[in-house]
């Protein structure tokens, strides 16, 4: 369970680099930022199936361990030095 509600962590991350990615495009760039719009949009679905996914493994709902886990993220996030990333490690 807890891997799958990482993989909709990550997955609602991406979603939000993305947005960011197509808002911050100029005008001319209209094609890449619809283009970015819709890998956001996908990114959100695949977010929502994991967390789906999740609460079949646990047989209810997650909503509070989603909630622990995306706290702990925050943590590690604001810790000085952190790279940012779209799925991608080490």
Not at 21 to 33: I, K, Q, T, Y
Not at 65 to 71: G, I, K, T, W
Request: hydrophobic share 40%; glycine share 10%.
């Amino acid at each position: 369970m807890d891997e799958l509600l990482c993989c909709a962590l990550i997955e609602a991350r991406s979603h939000e680099r993305f947005v960011r990615l197509g808002a911050a495009l100029p005008p001319e760039d209209a094609r890449l930022a619809k283009f970015y719009g819709e890998l956001a949009e996908a990114e959100a679905r695949h977010g929502e199936i994991y967390v789906e996914l999740a609460e079949e493994a646990a047989g209810g709902p997650v909503t509070r361990r989603l909630e622990e886990l995306a706290a702990a993220e925050g943590e590690i996030v604001a810790r000085s030095g952190q790279p940012t990333r779209m799925h991608a490690g080490g």
